[in-house]
């Protein structure tokens, strides 16, 4: 079985991707392991891939500047009115970077690309406000349903992070991922069969 960065590297060569998957795991505890230093007025939008690299970074409670990203990751509780798509457990620190082991993984890519994945995973589901963007309607609502979530990203993520306009986030729980590899044989098999005949 191939292991999770392979399993990154496969689907970001098969799709054509820019960027690899970056993975994303919340912690229930916080074993104090630091990360990479965050910049100051850090927000959850700007972790596009080509930030990250090889990085690693651990997310807490008022790391982030985003006015809602506390909430949305379950750091805190909505106390007058309750926003959605959010972690609705107690989340104690977030971590960004490795594929290994994550809740969810998170894709950047194209329209194109979203259309190859959502056949990879069977469907992805999509509800856009154009609000919470990627911590909310990607990643959380994939996060809470255990089911592929599309966003068109967000007025934050266009303007403090650098996703290109034609870009969007796909978000998948981890037990997906790891089926990815599987998917991609059929569809290319699949492919072939439909150029032969």
Aim: glycine fraction near 10%; charged fraction near 20%; proline fraction near 7%.
């Amino acid at each position: 079985m191939l292991e999770a960065r392979e399993i990154g590297q496969a689907v970001k060569a098969f799709l054509g991707l820019s960027y690899a998957p970056i993975g994303v795991k919340i912690l229930t505890e916080d074993d104090g392991r630091p990360g990479e230093p965050l910049a100051e007025g850090a927000r959850f939008c700007p972790f596009h891939p080509h930030l990250l690299g090889e990085s690693t970074f651990i997310l807490r409670p008022g790391d982030l500047e985003c006015p809602n990203v506390d909430l949305i990751l379950g750091f805190t509780r909505p106390r007058y009115v309750d926003v959605q798509p959010r972690i609705a457990g107690e989340t104690k620190a977030v971590r960004l970077g490795p594929l290994e082991e994550a809740d969810v993984v998170l894709f950047t890519l194209n329209a194109n690309q979203a259309m190859t994945l959502a056949v990879l995973l069977g469907g992805v589901e999509a509800e856009c406000k154009g609000e919470i963007a990627v911590c909310g309607e990607a990643l959380a609502r994939a996060y809470n349903t255990g089911k592929p979530s599309l966003t068109l990203l967000c007025r934050g993520a266009l303007d403090f992070g650098p996703f290109a306009k034609e870009e969007l986030v796909v978000a998948v729980p981890y037990q997906d991922f790891l089926r990815l590899p599987q998917a991609m044989v059929k569809y290319a098999t699949l492919s072939q069969a439909a150029i032969d005949h």
